[in-house]
């Protein structure tokens, strides 16, 4: 921890803080590289397991724009998010931006001693700044699970909730249907709902944009026509899965393409250079957050079908 940040007085309560959180990190890749990885690199380099633990706080932070992915998972106790001796911050949130959605039951974030009240599927935006953050669930038998993305920030932007239906109110932004988009078709295995939670025009954010893709029952593939985004990086989180499910995702350049296995409420890390697609054995859900250079949703680089190996 930062050294002076506390004191002597509080230092046990800290260290039960810290038993509940923890960080892993992740150095860069290179494609060179990534070409000759076995299967067991592959995953120790970009599968993200083991999230949702019951309560505690899981981070990977990423060298890769310096993305932090996590989970929080709050049951009998109340999680309390700090700043790890990697970050080297007061609070967390110091010189960072945050998206949260929480993918299970009803749950409480608090910000700065304010409680926003999440439901299944919404969101929240905190901006840099905020220095207290903490979880709760209502019902620790149906807890939350809150998936948590974090990119740096160069200013501060208002801490929003976001649902995905109901009716605007002060500090709580409804998607806008522009920004739900149906995509696909049943007869090509790909029909799905894209549902935009943090992009600019909706919800302000220093670089982060993030949002959520519905697979329709019978629909297996996303992303395909695949593409890369090479001014931004990208995770995906897999989750609405059966015990027994799996989804194939393929990453890599277009011309060395790879494949992770991957099965409910697991991440998984794309840099820039890689595609970014998925087919599964049952339709699914997943949620992406892209940091980087811009957050232009449709700044992509597309990889024709012939040209992928």
């Known amino acids: 921890m930062v050294q002076g940040v506390f004191n002597d007085k509080n230092f046990d309560i800290q260290k039960k803080i810290e038993m509940r959180l ?14 000759h990885y076995t ?6 380099e970009f599968l993200i ?42 609070y967390f949130l110091q010189r960072r931006e945050m998206g949260i959605i929480n993918i299970g039951g009803r749950g409480t974030v608090t910000v ?29 038998n149906n807890p939350a699970k809150f998936y948590l993305n974090s990119a740096p920030a160069h200013t501060s932007y208002p801490t929003v909730l976001i649902r995905p239906n109901g009716i605007p109110a002060k500090d709580v932004v409804i998607v806008q249907e522009k920004n739900k988009v149906e995509l696909g078709s049943k007869e090509m295995a790909n029909h799905r709902v894209i549902c935009k939670y943090i992009l600019p025009g909706q919800v302000e954010s ?38 027994d499910a799996l989804v194939f995702h393929y990453m890599g350049e277009p011309e060395e393409t ?11 890390i794309s840099p820039s250079w890689s595609i970014h697609s998925g087919c599964g054995t049952q339709a699914y ?9 811009n957050q232009d949703f449709d700044d992509m680089d597309s990889c024709t079908m012939q040209n992928l190996k």
Not at 22 to 35: I, Q, Y
Request: glycine letters at 6%; one cysteine or more.
């Open 49 to 90: 397991d083991d999230l949702f633990l019951p309560d505690q706080i899981k981070l990977v932070y990423s060298h890769i724009d310096r993305i932090i992915t996590g989970s929080a998972v709050p049951l009998k106790k109340v999680l309390h998010l700090t700043a790890k001796e990697e970050l080297r911050a007061e």
């Open 206 to 243: 220093c670089q982060l944009v993030m949002g959520m893709t519905k697979l329709m029952s019978g629909s297996v593939w996303n992303t395909m026509p695949c593409h890369t985004h090479d001014r931004r990086m990208e995770v995906y989180l897999y989750f609405d899965m059966s015990e």
């Open 22 to 35: 923890n960080m892993e990190l992740r150095t860069a890749t290179s494609p060179k590289d990534v070409k």
């Open 39 to 44: 299967t067991q690199r592959l995953r120790e």
């Open 258 to 268: 790879r494949h992770i296995i991957m099965r409910n409420e697991q991440a998984v």
């Open 112 to 140: 700065d001693k304010k409680e926003y009240k999440l439901e299944h599927k919404d969101g929240i935006y905190l901006g840099m700044g905020v220095k207290e953050v903490s979880f709760a669930s209502e019902d620790e």
């Open 285 to 293: 859900t997943f949620i992406w957050g892209m940091v980087g250079e």
